[in-house]
């Protein structure tokens, strides 16, 4: 740190007032040009192109932050509050860059708050997708009339107007007109519903939110993510905020987290929510006819859904949501809220569901002998649903021996197939098997013999597509 | 060596130089462990002090311009610093949260590495505050207005006799630019001088020597005395002092007894070759580094009640005198020093 000598006249930081505000109140109350201040307080290592940036004041890097400080006769930290700096280290951790912020191009003012002699610049407009003052309900300017950008502070110290009058703090850098003489444009009713969201959004992500928030985040936008992208939810009139729609597996930045829980209309209080370990002590199977009826000790968490968290036993494979048993497999299961009916569609459902594993597992037993549960489910055209592999259901125990893999909890000298009927000896005429392993397939599980090299060279001559022996209808 | 009496002159140093070495002393003892003697560095309302403030608060009252001259090692710039932190900078708040920094007297010094303009302004700058780098041409038009928020009642120049003809110039033009606006600062040049002629100092010289500047000059200095010279200090002053001082080091020196030395002192240092202006004044910034020698031997040797010898004061004086003629040779083998220690 360099001790400065105290400015001429010394200025007291505003609330929520942005550092380059600061250092061009110190300009003005001093006389200086434009960038005076900021000269002085500058880095050696950074450059007057890096001036213009919008970026500065975000981290406060490329100057001399405690020499302002002590410019104005501040506590040192007086300068850093006026930067993002605290909000985004507590999140990212030290040596946070600002591109973490997210991308914003050009510095933004409102007209209205930089009028002498309130001339702020408040922190929230240096926050990407904000385009609209909160206090005043007007559209920032981040461009002058004549059409060149809102600038802080010139790349030149000392610049002219173009009648030759040396350009004062709070103009524009080119023409010389006074920022408060900018057009000033409301907010519509929508835009400023909208700002209002991000502005919430952004003091909860950035004000509340620590070192996980990200994590959360991507959570949170994940689970609303599967009907979203069905539903076309990336379509807003805000150009800014539609381009920062994304997956929740490519969110990094603040205003990505802030884009996409606006567009998505989620509460972003919900990234704040730890996300649970283990069942919710609430949920407990409630299908009478399960071991674990009445404990929470096979309960598993599979989503948040808007009414309640989702979940399923992992012995009876019954689903519940929140209190509510949405289903289940046994007729017994004492829930007023599923019909006998449902009970037996979900029982047939299941009968169909082992006839194709069993089938699956099968075929792959004989052509792919590195084949896992989880390749015959997928072949089988059979939902990778966590319920389904509960374990009284038997499918993934049935999947699992026909593939001669040892079943979790079953003793390895209980081999037998218990539904050796599942698969009928026609089954092979929906699947469609190597040419070389025609002849030899057997009826019994095991291995397929050898083909005899002539016969099966003869077979492709016929152009006959190789079948297997013994062919029957479909059970 | 003879036992100086009060109204003896010094004489001629002895072969080998005077008495033992004060500083010699003082490193030796340090080598074996003492901790040094380090001088107290107070402000003491000298005679000269006092007439020099008495004059600048003059200026300060009447806003009239001024050369004041004394001779080297009297006091000046201490008593400008005094006289500054009696009319010390505040904080005026504004009205917005701001507050503004009010800076009565605004002074600078000028040495060999303010020869420019530029580096006057730049100066003077420096003391309103802290300035950006802005070009030259805008820092002086930035200084008129700073001294105008600061409020500026006087700009003291110390070290004046080494102002080039440009940098008074510009101190005619910074005044005139400030009367513009309503602002009518005095303007003080503090200026050393080597005779007891205070027009034979260089700012004086500078002006008089082109006849229209002189001119210009003549219209903004005081009337008749223009050009003043502080005298130095009278024995009695001299007296006060060393009583100043006995009170001031009594903690450390129980059994000091300064002030009966005033006499031998005055003496000894308005010798002629001491006082070659012949002013029969005596300097503050020999008095005490004749002084704080004779401390510095009776801390050095650990005397009891680490009381003095008018012996010392005498053989501090004389090294003074001869000092640069004789230069004595530190040649003490500090291991041996330490093994024995």
Redesign the interface.
Known sequence: MTAWPALQVAVTPRRDEFMPGLMLRDDEKNDFPPGGTASIVRRHDASTSQLGKSSLGILGTLFDREGLASLNGLEPGAVTALTWRAELERVFGPGVAASRLGLKRRLSICPACVRPPLRLIRRQTALPLMHGCEVHGIWLRTACVCGAPIEPFGRVVDRRDPEGRLIAPFHCQSCGRPWESLPRQPLGPRDELRQRRVAHAYQVVLGRGGPDVIENARRVLALDEGGRWDHGWCLSDDAALAERAMEARHVKSISAVVANLVLREIPPERVLERPREGPHPDLLCRNAECPTYGTSGAIRVSSERSNGTESYCAECGSRFLGERTILSYDLGNASGDLSRLTVLHAQARLADYAARLAEAATFLAYTDRSAEVDHVFHAAGVPQASHLRARRLGLVGLVARRLGRPVRGQNSSDRRDRHPDLVADGFADRWSFPRFAVAALPTEAGPPARRDRHASEAAERAGRHPRPESTGSRR | MARPTRTAAIPEPPEGGAGPSPLFAQVIAEQRGREPFVPLDRYIPTGFACRLEALMEHAYATGSWFLFTAFPGDGKSTALEHFEGAHAPS?EP?G??????IVPVLSTRVSSGVQSTDRLVGALA?E????????PS?TRA?LV??IV??KVRMIVIDDAHELRLGQLSYLRELTDQLKRRGVRPSVVLLAAVNSKEPRSCDPWRLIVKDPLVAEQFRRRLNGPDPVVRVAGLSEAEVGRVLRTWELQYAPAFPELALARWAGSLFTWLTDKRNDTAGAGRARMKQLAEVVHAALGLAWAEERPGNAHDGMDLYDAALRLTVRGDASPVFDVDLDELRRAS
């Open positions: 904080r504004g917005d949260g701001s507050s503004t920094r420096d309103l505050g802290a300035v950006p780098r802005i070009g805008r930035w207005g700073a928020r600061a």
